[in-house]
């Protein structure tokens, strides 16, 4: 059976936005600067507030893991997760699943990818929506 999310306080307005096809992250109302994962606090000036802004949802990437096991039937092998460093600030990167070959074919280090999202269903009919990435060459 395939595991969903599990959103909590921080993050479920993260996955609110992506189940809408959206890519968000926070950005610090005092300082600017963006963050992800969600926090309650920037750890550049130390404050509270905040928003969720959108991104371009474009990057390059920075490594890929290929899983040659299947973790109990969950997901199809091979499968790689690749993780991006988001165009809009050095110091984002976000993993997903690499959406144009399973196997990894294709990925180099500083390729340029675009987010994409994947409806999915688990086994008892729940619902939720994740992230892949997709490189500009193939699109």
């Known amino acids: 059976m395939r595991p969903l999310p599990q959103p909590e306080r921080d993050s479920r307005p993260w996955w ?41 949802g474009q990057g390059r990437v920075v490594t890929w893991l290929v899983n040659h096991h299947s ?5 199809e092998t091979p499968s790689t997760v690749v993780s991006v460093r ?16 399973p196997d990894g074919a294709g990925l180099d280090f500083d ?7 994947d409806d999915v269903r688990d086994a008892e009919g729940n619902t939720a929506t994740l992230l892949h990435w997709r490189s500009l060459a193939a699109a």
């Open 86 to 101: 988001l165009a809009e600030q050095e110091d984002i990167v976000i993993p997903a699943r690499y959406a144009d070959a």
């Open 71 to 75: 973790f109990g039937g969950a997901f």
């Open 16 to 56: 609110d936005a992506v189940a809408r096809h959206e890519l968000t992250v926070q950005a610090c109302a005092d300082c600017s600067r963006l963050r992800w994962p969600a926090r309650a606090i920037c750890n550049r000036c130390g404050s509270f507030e905040w928003s969720w802004t959108p991104v371009s």
């Open 111 to 117: 390729l340029e990818m675009r987010v994409g999202f």
